[in-house]
């Protein structure tokens, strides 16, 4: 298996998924992800969770072309 080229594109959507997996546990095992990755402090993983999803969206809906190949 080849591993994916490391690029905004890429990145952008790795969080997001992060995001909604996170989204997926919480909601079935109780198990929030980002703070257990980033402790006691995860507001820098939620902003860039949110951030990636508004990429996202803008990106689907071809309002922004932030990234571009």
């Known amino acids: 298996m080849e591993i994916p080229e490391i690029n905004a594109k890429n990145t952008v959507y790795t969080v997001s998924g992060l995001g909604a997996s ?6 079935q095992f109780d198990l929030n992800l980002v703070t257990e990755l980033l402790g006691s402090s ?15 969206l ?3 809906f071809e309002l922004t072309d932030v990234l571009e190949d």
């Open 22 to 27: 996170n989204w997926f546990l919480q909601s």
């Open 42 to 56: 995860p507001e820098v993983g939620y902003l860039a969770v949110g951030a990636a999803g508004i990429l996202s």
């Open 58 to 60: 803008s990106e689907l």
